[in-house]
């Protein structure tokens, strides 16, 4: 199927994946990826602003979760949760067969870092683990995977609570100028804290404190459901438009306010996120088709396909692989990031292609009604 094709078949089909959207998630992936480099190895670019972007870049955890609410949403749309124990049953089972396959096997391969502790730490962070509570406990952070995995324990509290926030939402529909400064203003919540007391410690991991982000793409989701078409030429100016404000605004705020965590980036990068979630979601509607195509090539496809797997399997790669053995070999940073680049998206591949994608199919067909 030719990109025409592809862009054809998807504006007749509703239903479909919106393919440009899971070329920006492996967007979003990667700019974490670079950040972590950044922070774990020194890596550089040279270029002085592009480097203080990717300093910053875990501002697209953000993307993360609003990304995550726009989503589920639109999968969503149109399946009644509240009364139909079959479909929030179906729910769950999907959910679960998405994000667990690949995470399990990644707590046994990292299992060996649990030898040094008590047993009594063990059997806590085997629950927190499992159950996918770790990021509600701070002081859980420093142990196992914890640090590096700590959003999949963020969405998956998304997951578990989105068939009743939806069902919630959909009574307050009419309302979806006041629902979204609710949202925003909730999503601002950690950045006010740290301005009043100069302290954020765990509030900004805390699933709690990101739920305003997801609620931003849920109701961004709402909004392109309910609303008519939006069509114009002009779709690849305005993104790039905005992706250049998206960088100034990180690039001079963070030069201005050096000691900013990444939320307090929020009041800025949530609002020029949700739009460029939407007008990509909008792609698939309009005639724009030479920008779609450029989003929905079929190596794009593919990286967003394993966007999920890239992100999981850095942790294996920048501390295992990266720390442990690379870092001592490879002497030049522009090489060594390169490697890591390189050896993450194989591995990646890897786990997609024997894991993630299979196991999602057997779980699927055993158990979704």
């Not at 959909?170 to 601002?188: D, G, P, T, V, W």
């Not at 100069?198 to 305003?212: A, S």
């Amino acid at each position: 199927m030719n990109l025409n094709q592809a862009y054809i078949k998807q504006k007749k089909s509703p239903s479909l994946e919106i393919i440009p959207l899971t070329t920006f998630r492996f967007v979003t992936a990667f700019i974490v990826f670079l950040f972590h480099v950044h922070i774990h190895f020194n890596w550089r670019t040279g270029i002085k602003y592009i480097d203080r972007f990717i300093w910053d870049g875990a501002i697209f955890m953000s993307a993360f979760f609003v990304l995550s609410g726009f989503i589920l949403t639109y999968t969503y749309y149109h399946t009644e949760f509240v009364g139909n124990a079959t479909n929030l049953k179906n729910y769950y089972i999907k959910r679960f067969a998405r994000i667990y396959p690949v995470y399990i096997v990644l707590l046994l391969l990292t299992s060996y870092q649990l030898l040094d502790l008590h047993a009594s730490q063990i059997v806590c962070l085997i629950v927190a683990n499992v159950f996918l509570v770790e990021a509600f406990f701070y002081i859980l952070f420093p142990h196992w995977v914890n640090g590096g995995m700590w959003s999949l324990s963020v969405e998956a509290f998304f997951y578990s609570i989105f068939p009743f926030l939806k069902y919630l939402l959909n009574f307050l529909c009419e309302h979806k100028i006041k629902l979204f400064i609710i949202a925003y203003l909730l999503a601002m919540f950690p950045s006010m804290i740290r301005i009043a007391f100069d302290e954020t410690k765990d509030i900004h991991v805390n699933p709690i404190f990101r739920l305003g982000e997801f609620c931003l793409g849920l109701l961004t989701c709402m909004v392109y459901k309910t609303c008519k078409n939006y069509s114009t030429k002009y779709h690849f100016v305005i993104l790039s438009a905005l992706c250049l404000l998206l960088f100034v605004s990180v690039v001079v705020l963070g030069k201005i306010i050096d000691d900013w965590f990444f939320t307090g980036f929020n009041f800025i990068v949530l609002p020029i996120l949700c739009y460029v979630i939407y007008l990509l979601a909008q792609l698939s509607k309009d005639n724009n088709k030479y920008t779609y195509a450029l989003l929905a090539n079929p190596v794009c496809q593919y990286l967003g396909k394993i966007s999920y797997s890239f992100y999981m399997t850095q942790f294996l790669v920048l501390s295992l692989f990266g720390k442990e053995v690379l870092a001592d070999l490879i002497h030049n940073k522009h090489v060594l990031m390169l490697t890591l680049l390189t050896l993450n998206l194989l591995l990646a591949s890897i786990f997609y292609e024997l894991l993630e994608k299979r196991m999602r199919r057997k779980i699927v067909r055993r158990f979704v009604q």
